[in-house]
């Protein structure tokens, strides 16, 4: 994230934050590069996920829908192998979608509070509720990588701005909701599934974003916890 000056009612002076990964330092879409003969050690899974035969063996079209689904969502090589990367976030794909309508069936978001955003980084998903019902989502989000973790806890929203530009990296952060330290709900143009992750914020695609910041205000709690898969 970038440094903010947060309000004077706040605090005085200048948190210093650390850019999203997810914005400027991110790795984009990939450009593509030679399809590789070799199978990979997950080969079956990537396979079945893709609804392509399953045998186990490398062919070219299966080296084409690999490495187009690698370039979609930004992992590296891009050469169509069917590697740990690409299988693990296929398998966060299936866990996210076997959640369905009820992301907080474990009850580990407070039903206490109101309304509170929930941020699970263990399953990569975020959701609004108020009490036990749910008001939005479950959506998929991008959390801090290893070392930048996105911190753990029951946190309140404390500095919202929209057109919000990170003064450290210059980079944009569009839809930019803090809520501890400086790291904060916001838009980027990039993959939810983007490896390795943000520097710390929770990153968004611009419509979910938009719709976070019309459902929460200053004030409002937000409460993160799990362990990113790589963390």
Known sequence: MGDIRRRAAIVAGVTGLVAPLTIGLGAGT????????????????????????????QSSADCKAIQSFQTKHGITPNIGYAGSVTWGVMDLMNKQKAVGNNPNKDGKCPTNKGRIACVNLTLQLSWIQDGKKLVYGPVPVRTGRDGFETRTGLKKIYWRNIDHVSTIYNVPMPYAQFFDGGQAFHSVGLSMWNPPGSHGCVNMTPTVAKKYWSLLRNGDDVFVYGRKPGT
């Open 30 to 57: 990939a450009q593509a590069a030679s399809c590789t003969t070799s199978a990979g050690p997950y080969q079956k899974q990537v396979e079945k996920f893709l609804g392509r035969p399953v045998d186990g063996k």
